[in-house]
């Protein structure tokens, strides 16, 4: 970063800690010069001191409510998608694709032509080849287990991993 760019970088971060203090910071277009940033500096010191920033939370943080699961006919295991692999219409790679995998994905029932049904979400069922369908592991926790739980009001399929 050359000398202009760190300056406006400095610069940029006393106006913002300035506007929090309720200085009004430069119109655009307006120059500081240096004395006048070095100011604004040290009058946000001081106010720090006099005050400084409380950044701890004020209580327990809420648990964010579980969404409801509704079930799903059939039985879906959790398996390991490459992410990004096209998940087709029908059981060709001919056909159209109607989503890309995320990594894992909820398959089932048998497979058809060398394909695995993927559970897209609660209105889509799409076909992945079974040379890219894998067991499940998630290799920041090799232990890790799951489970497909159903889809949720909004369609996303429900994945419980423990």
Avoid at 9 to 35: H, T
Avoid at 42 to 54: F, I, M, W
Avoid at 130 to 144: C, E, G
């Amino acid at each position: 970063m050359g000398r202009l760019g760190f300056s406006a970088a400095i610069a940029a971060i006393i106006v913002s800690a300035g506007c929090a203090y309720g200085q009004v910071p430069p119109q655009p277009g307006q120059v500081m010069s240096r004395r006048q940033l070095e100011q604004l500096q040290k009058e946000s010191d001081q106010r720090l001191q006099a005050a400084p920033l409380n950044l701890s939370h004020s209580g327990p943080i809420a648990q964010m409510p579980n969404p409801k699961v509704y079930p799903i006919k059939g039985i879906w295991v959790c398996k390991d998608i490459k992410s990004f692999d096209p998940i087709y219409a029908r059981p060709s790679t001919k056909s159209r694709v109607v989503a890309r995998s995320s990594g894992w994905a909820a398959v089932g029932g048998a497979y058809v032509n060398g394909f695995g049904k993927v559970l897209v979400n609660k209105n889509l069922i799409g076909y992945v080849p079974v040379k890219n369908i894998k067991p499940f592991y998630d290799k920041l926790a090799p232990s890790t287990t799951c489970q497909v739980q159903g889809v949720q009001a909004n369609g996303v399929v429900a994945l419980y991993m423990k």
